[in-house]
T-cell receptor
Framework: IAGITQAPTSQILAAGRRMTLRCTQDMRHNAMYWYRQDLGLGLRLIHYSNTAGTTGKGEVPDGYSVSRANTDDFPLTLASAVPSQTSVYFC?????????????FGEGSRLTVL | GQNIDQPTEMTATEGAIVQINCTYQTSGFNGLFWYQQHAGEAPTFLSYNVLDGLEEKGRFSSFLSRSKGYSYLLLKELQMKDSASYLCAVTDSNYQLIWGAGTKLIIKP
């Protein structure tokens, strides 16, 4: 593993199903983030974690949950998927929190909810 | 509200110079980032400005004027591989990162 790994890279999901997007980093970064990217809109922050054991809500947290049990892993769960959650999801990390440092992004997970 | 404006799309010719503008209105300012994103790929870091002036890094330069709420990314000696979206993002007073929608740059031979 080098950098940030996301899985799956692509998924089609029926509405109402539960889905977890996985994110793992090997850079020992303290802060991790989940963004969604939709056409014509800027990246929107869903949830973040400044350090292992803590999480916070971003701009669009409804319908999503996260956990940060350790430094490396930051899974994103959709409890009951809806079509409006169709998007490309990016996990990112930074050495420090506070949004003044470079973000390193995973390759993205393209999710389609039907 | 907080807002970041960038042109939606720009076209330039291989070998030429292009300037991508970004204006922002945010609650406070703690730095401005530029990222490059090729189609279907993840964003990658290009530059960070926190003080006024020009930062040069090879063919790419980024300029910031905090008093005007304005930045630009200057790309010189354009290559076909520079075809990508360029994302402007600002860290506000609460240290939240606010993203623009991105500028799609099309390079023509």
């Amino acid at each position: 593993i080098a950098g940030i790994t996301q899985a799956p890279t692509s998924q089609i999901l029926a509405a109402g199903r539960r889905m977890t997007l996985r994110c793992t980093q090997d850079m020992r970064h303290n802060a991790m983030y989940w963004y969604r990217q939709d056409l014509g809109l800027g990246l929107r922050l869903i949830h973040y974690s400044n350090t292992a054991g803590t999480t916070g809500k971003g701009e669009v947290p409804d319908g999503y949950s996260v956990s940060r049990a350790n430094t490396d892993d930051f899974p994103l769960t959709l409890a009951s998927a809806v079509p409006s959650q169709t998007s490309v999801y990016f996990c990112a990390s930074s050495r420090t929190s506070g949004s003044t440092g470079e973000l390193f992004f995973g390759e993205g997970s393209r999710l389609t909810v039907l | 509200g907080q807002n970041i404006d960038q042109p939606t799309e720009m076209t330039a010719t291989e070998g030429a110079i292009v300037q991508i503008n970004c204006t922002y209105q945010t609650s406070g300012f703690n730095g401005l980032f530029w990222y490059q994103q090729h189609a279907g790929e993840a964003p990658t870091f290009l530059s960070y400005n926190v003080l006024d002036g020009l930062e040069e890094k090879g063919r790419f330069s980024s300029f910031l004027s905090r008093s005007k709420g304005y930045s630009y990314l200057l790309l010189k000696e354009l290559q076909m591989k520079d075809s990508a979206s360029y994302l402007c993002a600002v860290t506000d007073s609460n240290y939240q990162l606010i993203w623009g929608a991105g500028t799609k740059l099309i390079i023509k031979p």
